[in-house]
C-alpha cells in the first residue's frame, strides 16, 4: 500500500507541474500569435534590436504596440496589447518583472478613473 501512495503522490504531483507550465504557455503562445499574424509582416527582428529603438521599458513597449495596433486599424483590446507586449519582452526586451507590475497599476487605476468621469 505504501509504495501505491508514492507512486500516486509522484504521478499527481508530475500532472500538476505539466499543468501548470501548458498554462503559462497558453498566455504566451497568444502573444506570439497576435504578434505572427498581425505585426511581422511589417516588423522583423531588426526593429527590436536597433539602436533608436522607442520602447525603452515597460510602458514605453506597450505603448508602442498600442500605437502600431491603433495606425494599422486593427482594434486590439487591452489584454491583447498585453499579450503581445509580453511575447516581445520575453522574445527581446527583457524588461524587469516590477516594470510590469507597477504597469498593470497604472492601468487599474486609469481604467477606474475613466469609468469614474
Known amino acids: 500500500m505504501g509504495i501505491f501512495r ?7 504531483m ?11 504557455g497558453a498566455g504566451d503562445s497568444r502573444g506570439e500569435l497576435l504578434y505572427s499574424t498581425y505585426c511581422v509582416s511589417c516588423h522583423t527582428t531588426e526593429v527590436h534590436w536597433r539602436e533608436k529603438r522607442l520602447a525603452t521599458d ?15 486599424g486593427l482594434g486590439l483590446g487591452e489584454s491583447d496589447v498585453v499579450a503581445i507586449g509580453r511575447y516581445l519582452n520575453d522574445l527581446y526586451y527583457h524588461f ?4 510590469t507590475r507597477q504597469s498593470r497599476g497604472l ?8 469609468r469614474e468621469e
Open 6 to 12: 508514492v507512486c500516486f503522490t509522484i504521478a499527481l
Open 14 to 24: 508530475s500532472a500538476c507541474a505539466t499543468a501548470s507550465v501548458e498554462a503559462r
Open 107 to 114: 492601468a487599474a487605476r486609469q481604467i477606474l478613473a475613466r
Open 58 to 72: 515597460w510602458v514605453s513597449l506597450k505603448a508602442q504596440v498600442r500605437r502600431w495596433q491603433a495606425n494599422a
Open 96 to 99: 524587469t518583472a516590477d516594470e
